[in-house]
Every structure is written in C-alpha cells, then in structure tokens.
C-alpha cells in the first residue's frame, strides 16, 4: 500500500539559510500534518491543513510557514534556520478529522549546522 | 492545551516479562490513540479507544480507556525484542495530536 512520501529524507544547512520539505500523502488522504521532533523529544505538532487550507496551528516559529496544495501534496518553508531547528520533521496525512488515525511518513532529518 | 503524561519513562525488561505503561491526563479525554516508534523510524498507529472503560486487545497488546476517560493504559504480555521502541499516547483532538511524553521501551534477550 502507497504510504506518506517525504522528501529530502537528509538535509543539511547552514545557519540563516533557508529550508524546504516536502510531504506527498496517501492517495485520497486530504489532511497533512507537519511534526517536529528534537533529540529524545515527543514528536510536536506545528501545523495542519486541511483540503488546502490551514486547520490548525501549534508551536510552529513565525520563521517558519506551510502550504498544501491543489494535488494535496505540502511544503514546510523555513527560513533563517537555527541550530536549534535541527530535527526530525514528519509529516502525516489521513481522512478529514482529528479522530482518525494519522498516517506518518519516514520524515526528513534536517541539520543546521 | 492537553498535558498528558506517561509513567514509566524508561522500562527495561527481560524477554518474556509483562509490563504495564499509563497515561495520565489532568483533563478528560474524547478518544485516545496510541502509538508506537520503533528507534530510527516514524510513529505507527496503533489503536484508538472511545468508550469509557474500553478495553481492545491485539495480540500481545491490551489497551484501556478509563472510566473517566483521563487514563489509558498499554499492557504487554510475555514481551519480545521486537516490542523494542517509544509508546506514545495521543490524545486526538481538532486536526492535531498531542503525545504524551512516551514510555521507552528496552527488552533484553
């Protein structure tokens, strides 16, 4: 079964540079969320969207914005990176609702060095 | 937001034992679901509970609600190495999920 697709899965940047993730959900799937996760950390929520438009938004830095778009595919934009922005950052994607069960991707490691 | 804790942090156990992992919120819960992320890799659902005093078994595993839905907990029975890795409880609310703070789990052969 087709699964959340991420993509770089490595990145590595230099601090004040800019940063863009993308996340490809499962077929039919129209909500995507976006997590970060430090070292040893519970993943955090940064934002959601559903059906193209922002749902919800958590801890997620004014550095930082999102999009979902008409394929229902999402970027996560980051700009002026920090050393602390390295992490994992995962994207899940499910049916409408918080209630369902989210389905995450194998997430992209970001190191701002 | 909703604060959920976990208890134990860390469990390391022998394979074969049991163990028991709870979540603990201060406020009531409308559903919970739980996950599990293997060391390296990506949270993976792995049930969600509704009722009051719900109780779901998948094989080894057996996961409660509370009665007064601020609890959950994750029992495994006779654990195996590939038990290996982070529980988390998530209460589910509008669009996000919230973790708790996560139980990791070690088994020893």
């Known amino acids: 079964a087709a699964g959340v697709i991420q993509s770089p899965r490595h990145l590595i940047k230099e601090k004040r540079e800019t940063a863009t993730l993308k996340c490809y959900p499962i077929?039919?799937?129209?909500?995507v969320y976006w997590y970060q996760q430090g070292p040893g950390q519970d993943p955090q929520f940064l934002i959601s969207f559903y059906e193209k438009m922002q749902s919800d938004k958590g801890s997620i830095p004014d550095r930082f914005s999102a999009q979902q778009f008409s394929d229902y595919h999402s970027e996560l934009n980051m700009s002026s990176l920090e050393l602390g922005d390295s992490a994992l950052y995962f994207c899940a994607s499910s049916l409408e609702g918080g209630d369902y069960e989210q389905y995450f991707g194998p997430g992209t490691r970001l190191t701002v060095t | 937001g909703q604060q959920v804790m976990q208890i134990p942090q860390y469990q390391h156990v022998q394979e074969g034992e049991d163990l028991t992992t709870y979540c603990n919120s201060s406020t009531t819960l409308s559903n919970i679901q739980w996950y599990k992320q293997r060391p390296g890799g990506h949270p993976v659902f792995l049930i969600q509970l509704v009722k009051s005093g719900e109780v779901k078994k998948q094989k080894r595993l057996t996961f409660q609600f509370g009665e007064a839905k601020k609890n959950s907990s994750l029992h495994i029975t006779a654990t195996q190495t590939t038990d290996v890795g982070t529980y988390f409880c998530?209460?589910?609310?509008?669009?996000?999920?919230?973790f708790g703070t996560g139980t990791r789990l070690l088994v020893s052969p």
């Open positions: 998530a209460p589910t609310g509008f669009q996000k999920l919230v």
């Open positions: 077929p039919r799937h129209d909500t």
